[in-house]
């Protein structure tokens, strides 16, 4: 494998935990190799991703040992196309705005069918529909959880350097970028961003106190120090915690669940346990934002 390629394949190795590193990302660079200098794009990778992901919420309605495997191994295929898309966009240069905005949404589809799967399964179970109740506030959660996940990632990205950072915008640049749209599906995926960016920053105050300070003083241009400073600590922020609230953090836990047939666990350790752990990381990365304002 070329190393150098490799890594040009990637948004940054700093943001890429080990299961990533090791597994998924590997995969994903041969097909994209392979996908390259053909028309495949990375769009039509990330629409395969999304039924190929919804299939495993299908796979985990059935109280079935093979098929529940059958839906981890759908899953991980999904991730795999996941890691396709992004590393055959920066291979061949085909980057789109919304295409980012679909990788995101894709996510969110395969794990919405999931709790929906996993509903359907209890409800037949134990003869009650109150489990929808658990997959609306476990996809609420998700939801929330994934937007600060990616949030946080993309403004390490940002430290790294203004290109890597490139997809770091605020509601205002998006709100701008949305009113110069035609009316029409990329439109109303924008309009959906647009209040996505809106979440995350109400989410995180001292975060903007600090960008706006830093953006004040120093504009784009911020010194290298600054910027060493605020990722050692951001990594590991990311080690720590919000790797937990990945796609491997979470699914190594509910592929263990899944597995042993007590399905509604996992409602639980998406609500408690990962509310938990989102809560925690907001607040330890707006102390280190508040620290860095202080100096």
């Not at 061949?92 to 969110?108: N, P």
């Not at 009650?128 to 658990?134: G, K, R, V």
């Not at 770091?168 to 647009?194: C, D, N, V, W």
Request: hydrophobic fraction near 45%; proline fraction near 2%; charge should be positive.
């Amino acid at each position: 494998m070329d190393k150098k390629e490799y890594e040009s394949s990637l948004k940054s190795i700093e943001t890429e935990n080990i299961v990533d590193r090791t597994f998924y990302r590997p995969i994903g660079f041969k097909i994209a190799k392979l996908l390259k200098n053909t028309s495949i794009t990375p769009n039509m990778i990330t629409v395969l991703s999304i039924f190929v992901g919804v299939g495993a919420g299908f796979l985990f309605y059935y109280d079935n040992l093979l098929y529940n495997i059958g839906g981890i191994l759908l899953l991980v295929c999904a991730n795999i196309l996941d890691c396709v898309d992004g590393q055959l966009a920066r291979l061949t240069g085909i980057k789109s705005k919304i295409g980012r905005i679909l990788d995101g949404f894709a996510g969110d589809l395969w794990f919405a069918s999931i709790y929906i799967g996993f509903a359907l399964r209890l409800a037949n179970e134990y003869g009650t529909y109150w489990f929808f109740a658990l997959a609306v506030l476990s996809g609420m959660s998700h939801l929330f959880q994934a937007n600060i996940t990616d949030y946080y990632k993309t403004l390490h990205l940002y430290f790294i350097s203004k290109e890597k950072g490139a997809e770091f915008q605020t509601p205002e640049q998006i709100k701008k970028q949305h009113a110069q749209m035609k009316f029409g599906i990329s439109r109303m995926f924008y309009f959906l961003y647009e209040w996505y960016t809106t979440l995350q920053v109400k989410s995180t105050p001292k975060l903007q106190q600090m960008l706006t300070q830093l953006h004040d003083k120093y504009g784009d241009d911020i010194p290298e120090e600054i910027r060493l400073k605020f990722r050692a600590q951001s990594k590991q922020l990311m080690k720590k915690y919000i790797d937990l609230l990945t796609f491997n953090g979470r699914t190594l836990v509910m592929f263990v669940i899944v597995l042993s047939g007590f399905v509604w666990v996992y409602y639980l350790y998406e609500i408690l346990v990962l509310n938990t752990v989102v809560a925690i990381s907001i607040k330890k990365h707006e102390s280190l934002c508040e620290s860095l304002l202080d100096k």
